[in-house]
Nanobody, 117 residues
Framework: QVQLVESGGGLVQPGGSLRLSCAAS????????MGWYRQAPGKQRELVAS???????NYADSVKGRFTISRDNAKNSVYLQMNSLKSEDTAVYYC???????????WGKGTLVTVSS
């Protein structure tokens, strides 16, 4: 059974940094793409960053230059390094993997990031 488990969320002051982790229960080579999404209260879930099997990446305009997505194939994990955090980055962050052969999306349960002084 495919499971994705996020960790690393918490409370941070504006301008601070956090690193989110997403651990998969299977090899991440099974996924064509993995990404981080976020959902703020009262808003729709939105794509933050994604990384593909060939290691190409994609970022939302709002996080370009501040966030970096990366993957560690040996640890079956994907990371989101978040720097220069702003209050508007406050949200629940979800990890998603799109399975290579089936196209099925798998989601983690999310981790809360709160940016506040």
């Amino acid at each position: 059974q495919v499971q994705l488990v996020e960790s690393g969320g918490g409370l941070v002051q504006p301008g601070g940094s956090l690193r989110l982790s997403c651990a998969a229960s299977v090899s991440i080579f099974a996924f064509n793409a993995m990404g981080w999404y976020r959902q703020a209260p009262g808003k729709q879930r939105e794509l933050v960053a994604s990384i593909y099997r060939g290691r190409s990446t994609n970022y939302a305009d709002s996080v370009k230059g501040r966030f970096t997505i990366s993957r560690d194939n040996a640890k079956n994990s994907v990371y989101l390094q978040m720097n220069s955090l702003k209050s508007e980055d406050t949200a629940v962050y979800y990890c998603k993997g799109t399975q290579y052969d089936s196209g099925v999306d798998y989601w983690g349960k999310g981790t809360l990031v709160t940016v506040s002084s």
